[in-house]
């Protein structure tokens, strides 16, 4: 889907996959708006990354639901995970592949996995009795079962007693691998809450793992078949699990793996940070790098459910996005959302302040700002080039833009105050950079709110409307203004870069006015960058600065600003 900058570390991010029994909500936009972030940030930076999300088909669930609607588990999955892949194209992700686990490239490839773990005796037969929850698909063990009042942790419905002949997955024999593994940071588990709580529930022990079912009569024909034995089928989340690998096993994407990060909310952590990585030692794979588990999403204070029916649903962010744009949608989940280990709201109120803060007044008006005063001063064009320190050479813009508050009869300033953008716009690169190794997403977009109130910050002070009010009777008072909104629309140009993974479309539409085409490719927003942040970010002299001589264009604002006394879109 989207053209990378070449070279660069391969980087490999992946979301859950959705069962596509139901619509798509917020929770599902969330994880995949993460990896998103991450994934536009890795492309930012140079990395030839690979961004995956898809569905997951064949659970129970799915050939139940259908059979309720009359149809085939095949068609409502076809309808449903449609509508995942509309939503996600509104939502502007970036995928590079949207996988579904019910085409026979992964029927293969998950079959092969399978089948090389049995080989190796890594998958055997034998009894199974325990706690089994209907609407998650999983086997619990006694201590959580009993701990949850033999209801599903999750959706509050009972737990069954099962008992079947089952292949197991021999989990035990890679206990200590894993525990080392995740001790040392090897295979990450992120935040470090989540981590203490793996290895808290790891020191129950591990034990095999069922990864089969047996088919019973009137079942649908619905999933793999436990390879060498059709009276069983591969247990939904093993067969699941496979796809990561199935995406990406082509030559030309082999590069990818290990993945880099796998995210996804805390219900399904255990699989990703405990189950997986051994299958894949079992296999001979290298395990993934990072497995990063957030919390959730509550809607306007209360935990989301079916009973309630508060789900934040599609067409609710829809609403939103048609008043406000779909960029500020990804904004709030983007900054507002639950990345650490505790829940996050998704509030209205809390909605349109965080948009007016960052966005209509942030970067917005700011923009809308310098564009004015550039087309007011010097008719939309850029007239100096200012290397961020407001010298040519040694502070003299400043100091005339002082000189001219005092003319104006402004009270004295601090005098001594100085600005260095270009220290700050590296400062915030530094920052950027971090977001891959951590994943924490919102670090980017920190940067980014960062340096827009640095800006405003300098025109408060340098008051360039003042400048120009007085520049004639001042020493180098033109020259000074030109160098003063080259460094503000400099200094928005790079800080666009940091907003760009949380609004793609709005930063896209930035680069236009402020011609900087030179960035990426014009005619396609998901384009790569054309070389890696460092270089991008230079502030002044760089290969991609802002030139003297160029156009600014004005243009609408960005983000119209939000009125809190609307009713909440619906
Ligand atoms: O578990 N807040 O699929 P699923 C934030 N098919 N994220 C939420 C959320 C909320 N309130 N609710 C759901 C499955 N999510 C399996 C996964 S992977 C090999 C197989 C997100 O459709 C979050 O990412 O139930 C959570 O982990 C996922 O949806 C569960 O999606």
Same mark, same amino acid.
């Given at each position: 889907?989207t053209?990378?900058? *070449? ?11 959705y ?37 997951d ?7 139940? $639901? ?5 149809? &085939? ?16 194209d509104?939502?502007?992700? &970036? ?6 686990? $019910?085409?026979?490239?992964?029927k ?29 698909e ?9 701990? #949850? ?9 009972p737990l069954?007693?099962? /008992?079947?002949?089952n ?10 691998w894993?525990?080392?593994?995740? =001790? ?47 009276? #069983? ?30 995210f996804?909310a ?10 997986? *990585? ?7 794979? =290298? ?47 983007? /900054? ?30 700011? /923009?809308s ?19 961020g ?7 003299k813009?400043?100091?005339?833009? !002082?000189?001219?508050? =005092? ?36 670090? $980017?977009?920190?940067?980014?709110? /960062? ?11 340098a ?21 003063? !909104? ?17 609004? *793609? ?16 490719d014009?005619?396609?927003?998901? $384009? ?16 991609? &600065? ?9 243009g ?15």
């Amino acid at each position: 889907m989207t053209a990378h900058t *070449p070279g660069g570390d391969p980087f490999y991010v992946t979301t859950p996959i959705y069962y596509v029994n139901d619509r798509p909500h917020i929770g599902h936009c969330y994880s995949t708006l993460v990896a998103d972030v991450a994934a536009r940030t890795a492309r930012l930076l140079g990395r030839d990354t690979f961004f995956l999300t898809g569905t997951d088909e064949h659970a129970e669930k799915v050939s139940r $639901s259908a059979a309720e609607r009359g149809l &085939s588990p095949q068609a409502w999955a076809d309808q449903n995970a449609a509508r995942f892949r509309e939503a996600f194209d509104f939502m502007r992700f &970036s995928h590079d592949d949207f996988i579904r686990t $019910s085409e026979d490239r992964h029927k293969t490839r998950a079959s092969a996995m399978i089948q090389q773990l049995l080989d190796q005796g890594d998958i055997e037969l034998g009894d199974y009795h325990g706690w089994y929850d209907p609407s998650q698909e999983e086997y619990l063990t006694e201590t959580t079962a009993k701990e #949850h009042g033999y209801k599903s942790p999750v959706t509050g419905k009972p737990l069954e007693q099962r /008992t079947e002949q089952n292949y197991f997955f021999r989990l035990d024999k890679y206990e200590p691998w894993l525990r080392e593994e995740i =001790e040392s940071g090897a295979v990450r588990v992120l935040p470090e809450a989540r981590k203490n709580e793996v290895l808290g529930r790891m020191k129950d022990g591990l034990n095999k793992v069922p990864v089969s079912r047996r088919i019973k009569p009137g079942d649908a024909d619905w999933g793999i078949t436990m390879p060498g034995d059709p009276e #069983h089928r591969v247990y939904v989340w093993i067969e699941a699990l496979c796809n990561y690998v199935t995406a990406i096993d082509t030559p030309e994407r082999a590069k990818y793996w290990p993945a880099s990060v796998h995210f996804m909310a805390k219900d399904i952590l255990w699989f990703h940070a405990v189950i997986w *990585p051994a299958m894949l030692h079992a296999l001979g794979k =290298e395990p993934p790098k990072v497995v990063y588990a957030h919390a959730y999403f509550i809607a306007e204070g209360r935990k989301m459910s079916k009973s309630l029916g508060n789900f934040i649903e599609i067409d609710q962010l829809r609403a939103y996005a048609a008043r406000y744009s779909v960029d500020a949608v990804r904004w709030y989940l983007a /900054t507002q959302g639950p990345l650490g280990a505790t829940d996050a709201d998704w509030a209205y109120g809390r909605f349109v302040e965080v948009y007016n803060a960052d966005l209509a007044n942030g970067i917005g008006n700011a /923009t809308s700002r310098v564009a004015q005063m550039i087309e007011k001063y010097f008719e939309g064009v850029l007239a100096d080039r200012c290397d961020g320190r407001f010298g040519f050479p040694d502070g003299k813009a400043l100091q005339a833009a !002082l000189a001219a508050r =005092e003319r104006a009869g402004n009270p004295p300033t601090d005098g001594a105050r100085t600005f260095e953008l270009a220290a700050s716009t590296d400062a915030a690169a530094r920052r950027a950079a971090g977001v891959l190794a951590s994943g924490q997403i919102d670090e $980017s977009t920190a940067a980014g709110v /960062t340096l827009v109130r640095e800006i405003d910050d300098f025109i408060t002070y340098a008051a360039p409307f003042t400048l120009a009010k007085h520049a004639e009777h001042i020493e180098h008072g033109q020259r000074a203004l030109g160098a003063i !909104l080259y460094s503000c629309a400099e200094a928005l140009r790079i800080a666009s870069l940091f907003f760009y993974p949380a609004c *793609p479309d709005k930063m896209a539409e930035l680069w236009r006015r402020w011609g900087c085409d030179h960035l990426h490719d014009p005619n396609d927003a998901d $384009s790569g960058f054309k070389a890696p942040l460092a270089e991008l970010a230079e502030f002044g002299t760089g290969k991609f &600065s802002l030139k003297p001589g160029q156009k600014i264009e004005k243009g609408d604002p960005l983000f119209m600003r939000g009125d809190p006394k609307l009713d909440a879109p619906a």
